[in-house]
């Protein structure tokens, strides 16, 4: 008994050795096969990389990075250790073909100012329904019938800005602009009393989403939660109204109220006025920002405003000298203002990245993005990538006379849940174009061609203070 021992312990001890190198082999390769984080830093702790985020030139920010780790990286930001993704497959992995497996997230601070069931805090069946409502209220049929309202806010914020007479902030005036737009769009033609205290209320909630989020009386944040509870109230009242009036139009409002699932349940108060909050929100700062840049881009290459200018007048010509308003036909037909717009989509890239959250572990091209991490496709970093746009740096609307490569340009997102305004957004710029060109111009005052700030998003610098005069 003793020898067979002898002979077992030998017979494993043999076995062991020889397996050894294979054992080693298959444990390597399954270490080697084990998916790692991106590279990239993580910054101070806690802080991480935030300050230099918004310390800097994003261009500045997001290039260096990619610069140095390629298109897929980490870093720590807001708070959060985020995976950010600079490729157009990346960005169509995250939000087209496995937007499962990331939703959008945002933080609780904003999303008590907004409203918890506003369309962009949700996916799924919610997020679904809401959207096709937004969508049917902003289609080109809807939106086509806006055209002389539009008109007439443009002419009436053009004459305000004239007859002052002084240097205007012109993107704090484009963002009231908007927010007019925003306002006819949501509730159609809206009682002043009724815009002015949504305008009021509005601009104080405004000031609070970006700062320290703490409840203590007197502080922006504080006043912005009661100023939102002020604006979910008048929009009751504008619903109880509209209810007793019997009078529900094709706006957004008029979608909302008008809705009923499938076992015949309505929208409440609370969802209407969320989903009307988080739209206002979003047809605001952006628009306005891109509507500045367009003045800067047009005031700082002569030619091209000439073109503009051209190219509207035969327009205006049409019209009997601007007397008849312009048609859906005639803003379909503005070739060179198109691809100005859209080159200044390009270029300022308002929105210059977007925030979500993998629900679950996920594997991107080898690289483990863990769950609970923020995943941000950056916007910025694909529309300026030079193999995309040759010089991208430079402003030249004529690229636009081919189309980009797919997900290579994406100014209002992608995937479901891109922004459904975007239409709305193009056409409140061809009609202020329109009208700037043809019966006024502009004066650029204490000019600087590089600046640029954050509120937070990307503007020229000083707001790009502006004289208006009747040409």
């Known amino acids: 008994m003793e020898i067979i021992s002898i002979l077992v312990y030998i017979f494993l001890f043999l ?78 992995f995250v939000l087209v073909t496995h937007s499962h497996l990331f939703k959008p997230t945002y933080p609780k601070s904003k999303e008590k100012l907004i409203g918890s069931s506003a369309l962009f805090f949700h996916q799924g069946h919610y997020h679904t329904r809401i959207r096709k409502l937004v969508q049917n209220s902003l289609s080109p049929e809807s939106i086509k019938k806006l055209i002389p309202y539009i008109e007439t806010q443009v002419i009436s914020s053009l004459e305000s800005w004239v007859s002052s007479g002084q240097v205007i902030n012109a993107f704090q005036e484009m963002k009231k602009f908007s927010f007019n737009i925003g306002i006819l769009s949501v509730f159609g033609n809206l009682e002043g009393n009724y815009r002015e205290k949504l305008k009021e209320n509005y601009s104080i909630v405004e000031k609070g989403y970006n700062s320290f989020p703490t409840r203590i009386p007197g502080t922006a944040y504080s006043k912005a939660l009661l100023a939102r509870q002020r604006i ?57 920002s891109v509507l500045t840049w367009i003045l800067k881009y047009l005031h700082d290459d002569p030619k091209l405003l000439e073109a503009i200018k051209m190219e509207q007048m035969s327009l205006y010509q049409a019209n009997e000298g601007g007397k008849m308003p312009l ?120 000019y600087n061609q590089t600046g640029v700030e954050y509120s937070p998003f990307p503007i020229p610098m000083h707001g790009l203070p502006t004289r208006f005069l009747r040409d």
């Open 15 to 92: 076995s062991t050795i020889i397996s050894y190198p294979f054992l080693k082999k298959h444990t390597q390769h399954k270490l080697k096969t084990k998916p790692k984080l991106p590279p990239g830093s993580m910054g101070w702790p806690y802080i991480g990389e935030t300050l230099q985020l918004y310390s800097q030139h994003p261009n500045i920010f997001f290039a260096s990075k990619q610069r140095r780790y390629g298109e897929i990286f980490k870093t720590h930001i807001l708070g959060c250790p985020c995976v950010m993704l600079a490729s157009p497959e990346a960005a169509r």
């Open 232 to 288: 979910q109230e008048i929009i009751s009242e504008i619903i109880c109204k509209k209810r007793e009036q019997r009078l529900i139009e094709k706006n957004l409002l008029g979608h909302l109220l008008n809705y009923k699932n499938e076992k015949g349940e309505m929208l409440s108060d609370e969802e209407i006025a969320d989903n009307v909050i988080g739209v206002l929100f979003a047809a605001q700062d952006t628009t306005a």
């Open 327 to 446: 048609t859906w036909n005639q803003t379909r037909n503005m070739p060179i203002t198109h691809r100005v717009i859209l080159e200044s989509l390009r270029m300022a890239s308002i929105i210059s990245f977007t925030f979500r959250e993998a629900v679950d572990d996920v594997v991107y091209k080898g690289y483990l993005i863990p769950k609970g991490w923020k995943v941000m496709p950056l916007f910025r970093n694909i529309h300026h990538n030079p193999e995309f746009y040759p010089a991208p740096h430079s402003f030249d609307p004529s690229r636009f006379e081919v189309s980009p490569k797919p997900n290579t340009f994406m100014p209002f997102g992608n995937g479901v849940h891109s922004c459904p305004g975007n239409e709305l957004a193009k056409l409140n710029m061809l009609i202020l174009i329109h009208h700037l060109v043809t019966k006024f111009r502009w004066e650029v005052v204490g």
